[in-house]
């Protein structure tokens, strides 16, 4: 998973037909028949069927996932089911007892025919005031809206009978003929306005997003991996070809970066464009073995989404090395109602996360300062959470305070923790081998079918590598000793430096310079805040309405386009603001000043280690 917070001090700027026809009494009962109607929507909600294998015990029952592999918090689904039912061959109601939250047990079982239910979509309820607790994350949400889009991530839809998980699954969705879904499953159905997909397991079903919308994808192959892209953009502001070129390139170098590593013949991404209102507010994406469920807002400018589109993406195509490929026990055995958590988080996101930066230094995607302050960036971040809390403890514990709010910390230290493993591994192999190699070395130890136990994995892990290895996920990982990152880095001859950067200009810290009148949709400055060197040397003062910069025009509608252009913006270059004061227009011109600060980095001194430092980071 992947969670982004978009210009987060923003938000106050922002906002102060087949039906059950083929589920008969003579279907098949060794598998789980699900009929979805996308047809007849009401009220934001669609009617699901499941016509029940054979049932040997008097009493059953259904669950709805608390939560699903990735999200690491426990979202309780079954709140979003309504009117469950169920019924013998001849109709008759069976007696239901809902027994929690997202479980419902049914008597007589043995007579079981099928239920039914109404599942209602999560995006028009989201808040965004917290993800895991009253919202669920917008990527493995749903959304319903007829005739335009049903985000069917298929946990939300369909559920499973105790004990009957790996029993094949044939799902039916009945569409209107203008919604074409996207997925990485087979349609065993040519008709137009009927899907048919089979799974081997319901855990197969749940890995399997679909996104129903009016087609606007593309495909590409690299390699042999077919690739789809596939948009929703309620407005059709974005379009699946005009985001590609770049997708391609970077889906390419990942594929070329990983190399043996990797067997999935198709990945799909799934793009949702929220427009933020009565919509979608969880912004970021959720892996999968063949895809990657992705939210973004679709008020942002082409360039800013494209850019943190390759960044999310890059993210969640490498969780095909783990954990889908390399995964312990609790995550093979997933238990969606009662789970029990890995303890090596720093390995699933964290060396999933270090991936996803060193690729783009090791294809030639960004420059060795770029990738130095994304490392010097990850450093801040991990000062300010439990920098002595054990990685595994919080790992295990992920779900409970005071682990908990530690979670993010998975994609800042547990990154650092893969950097450092791989600087390890490089000093002890002269250069020749790194994690990559490591992690190729455990695929083919474990892989798709074969789970590795927890307490294993250190182990396992020292055995293919060193004992300096070892140690360090002992000290560091297991331990409540803070990593000295500034010592590893220089075992690469990478060290400390201070660099005077520009900072934005709407932006001082979490703290903005700027918010909108509702009413107007007109961006203002806020009055009685000391302004930076932009606005002083200009002339702009507080309670000022910014009207134009450079002739273009800006408000509520394109806010985020003048956000994105600002930081294209060089010092000293000509500039020209159109303001507003006390109801009177006027026109101020001058050079760009732009606000600086100093930002703890690094960069290479050492040359005589300039041979291991290259073979880090393009070995």
């Known amino acids: ?211 129903y919308s009016k087609p606007n994808y593309t495909t590409f192959a690299v390699d042999n991996m077919e690739i789809q892209i596939a948009v929703y953009s309620p407005n059709g502001k974005i379009t699946a070809e005009g ?18 590593i990797n067997t999935t013949k198709k990945y799909s991404v799934l793009l949702y464009l929220s427009t933020m209102q009565n919509d979608a507010q969880g912004f970021g994406a959720l892996e999968h073995p063949s895809a990657t469920t992705v939210v973004f807002p679709e008020m942002m400018p ?63 995607l960004i420059d060795e300062d770029e990738f130095y302050t994304r490392i010097a960036g990850k450093i801040e971040n991990a000062s300010k959470m439990n920098d002595t809390m054990p990685f595994t403890t919080m790992s295990k514990n992920v779900f409970v305070e005071p682990y908990k709010t530690q979670y993010l910390n998975v994609y800042e230290k547990g990154a650092l923790i893969g950097m450092c493993l791989d600087i390890i591994i490089r000093e002890n192999s002269n250069g020749k081998r790194g994690i990559l190699d490591l992690m190729q070395k455990l695929s083919s130890e474990y892989g798709v079918s074969k789970a590795f136990n927890d307490e294993e994995l250190f182990a396992k892990i020292t055995a293919l590598t060193y004992p300096e290895v070892g140690n360090f996920l002992k000290t560091y990982v297991s331990g409540s000793t803070p990593v000295p990152y500034d010592m590893y ?54 309670s000022d309405v910014l009207l134009a910069i450079n002739d273009k025009s800006y408000s509520l509608n394109n806010i985020y386009d003048m956000i994105m252009e600002s930081e294209k913006w060089k010092e000293n270059d000509p500039i020209t603001v159109k303001i507003k004061r006390d109801g009177k227009e006027q026109i101020l011109k001058g050079k760009i000043k732009l606000p600086y600060e100093e930002k703890d980095g690094f960069k290479a001194t050492d040359s005589k280690k300039t041979a291991l430092k290259e073979a880090w980071l393009k070995g």
């Not at 690469?492 to 700027?514: A, E, M, R």
């Open 243 to 260: 985001i590609t070129p770049e997708m391609k390139k970077v889906m390419t170098a990942q594929k070329h970066f990983l190399g043996s």
């Open 1 to 211: 998973m992947k969670k982004i917070i978009f210009a987060f001090a923003f938000a106050t700027v922002l906002w102060s037909c087949k039906t059950a026809s083929s589920l008969t009494a003579s279907s098949i009962k060794d598998e789980v028949q699900v009929n979805i109607n996308l047809n007849d929507i009401k009220d934001d909600k669609v009617l699901v069927t499941v016509l029940s294998p054979k049932i040997n015990t008097d009493e059953i029952t259904y669950h709805i996932p608390k939560t699903v592999p990735g999200t690491y918090s426990e979202d309780n689904f079954g709140r979003y089911i309504d009117d469950l039912k169920a019924f013998d061959n001849k109709g008759n109601a069976l007696n239901v007892k809902k027994t929690d939250a997202n479980s419902w047990s049914i008597s007589n079982a043995k007579t079981l025919n099928k239920i039914t239910y109404f599942v209602n979509d999560t995006y028009d309820t989201e808040k965004g005031k917290g993800f895991g607790s009253e919202d669920i994350f917008s990527p493995s949400g749903s959304n319903i809206d007829a005739g335009k889009n049903v985000m069917l991530n298929t946990h939300c839809f369909v559920g499973y009978f105790s004990n009957f998980m790996t029993t094949p699954y044939k799902v039916n969705i009945a569409h209107p003929a203008a919604l074409w879904g996207a997925t990485s499953m087979t349609d065993q159905d040519s008709a137009t306005t009927n899907d048919v997909f089979v799974t081997s397991r319901y855990a197969e079903l749940v890995e399997n997003p679909i996104m």
């Open 489 to 542: 880095l220089a075992k690469v001859g990478v060290t400390k430096s201070t660099n005077k950067t520009p900072t934005n200009v709407f932006l001082k810290g979490q703290i903005p310079y700027i918010t909108v009148d509702q009413s107007t949709k007109e961006i203002n400055i806020i009055p009685n805040i000391e302004l930076n060197d932009f606005y002083t040397s200009l002339g702009i003062k507080g």
């Open 302 to 364: 082409n360039d800013a989404l494209t850019k943190e589109l390759k960044d999310v993406v890059s993210h969640e195509f490498f969780h095909i090395v783990t954990p889908l490929t390399i995964h312990s026990q609790e995550i093979q055995n997933f238990d969606y109602n009662a789970p029990k958590m890995s303890e090596h988080l720093w390995m699933y996101e964290g060396v999933t996360e270090y991936f996803a930066n060193l690729f783009q230094i090791n294809q030639g």
